[in-house]
């Protein structure tokens, strides 16, 4: 599933910009397709522009009946009466979605024989500091099993001591759910954590839902401002 809102408060109509001749929704939707690891693949939308322009290359869309606020609410929704077990949320802004980072995230459903986590998630190192201390950059902090402990904008953990071998990891906007958990999220009110961050990610942990993370060392581009698109084009040509 890719949630694909037009409206973006940073950059308007970001998912409808041309990248190397198709739009940056498109290339995602292409991208996701690629890997071959899903049964189907949906752009999940409240706009009839995005709509059309999927529906035109022979591509799935779903109109989204309500208003959400996020792409996990926005799923949810499309997939309620849907028979599936996991579902993939992939960014409509990600158009560099790799298979290994996608196939990452579903084998931790393979080997939850406990089926003890409810989400699987993807996180990559960063080193430079600019990127560390930049509140668009969503930080993770996870546990010996790499099970997430908490998100935020600020830079996590804080580095008292300049002697540790302090690490930090980006949190990618790329989910495994099971099902259920993502039902539950719909129904469940935003509390204050979430609130503060504007991080959906947080309102699984304040109600106790287990989120794995997984390592990658793919970093792609997020197109959130016009200079990542224009990074973005670069990194096509």
């Not at 397709?33 to 009839?48: G, I, M, P, Q, W």
């Not at 430079?128 to 996590?156: G, M, W």
């Not at 099902?179 to 309102?203: G, H, N, V």
Request: proline residues 4%; negative net charge; contains cysteine.
């Amino acid at each position: 599933m890719i949630p694909a809102r037009y409206a973006a408060s940073r950059f308007p109509a970001k998912l409808m910009q041309d990248l190397s001749g198709k739009p940056v929704i498109v290339r995602t939707y292409e991208a996701a397709l690629k890997t071959e690891l899903f049964d189907a693949v949906y752009v999940v939308t409240d706009s009839n522009v995005i709509y059309d322009v999927i529906t035109s290359i022979g591509g799935n869309a779903i109109m989204s009946i309500k208003e959400h606020d996020c792409g996990s609410d926005r799923i949810a929704e499309a997939v309620e009466n849907m028979n599936v077990d996991i579902v993939v949320n992939v960014q409509g802004d990600e158009p560099f979605t790799d298979r290994d980072s996608l196939a990452g995230v579903l084998e931790v459903f393979e080997s939850d024989a406990a089926k003890e986590i409810d989400l699987a998630s993807l996180m990559v190192q960063i080193t430079d500091q600019e990127e560390i201390d930049n509140p668009n950059t969503v930080k993770v902090i996870v546990d010996n099993r790499n099970f997430a402990l908490y998100f935020s904008r600020s830079p996590i953990p804080f580095s008292r001591d300049t002697n540790t071998n302090t690490k930090y990891y980006k949190h990618k906007g790329i989910y495994a759910f099971r099902k259920r958990a993502l039902m539950d999220f719909q129904r469940l009110p935003m509390l204050s954590l979430e609130a503060a961050e504007k991080i959906e990610a947080i309102r699984y942990l304040e109600y106790g839902k287990k989120i794995k993370m997984v390592e990658t060392t793919v970093s792609g581009i997020e197109i959130d401002t016009p200079e990542d698109l224009r990074r973005a084009q670069e990194a096509w040509r």
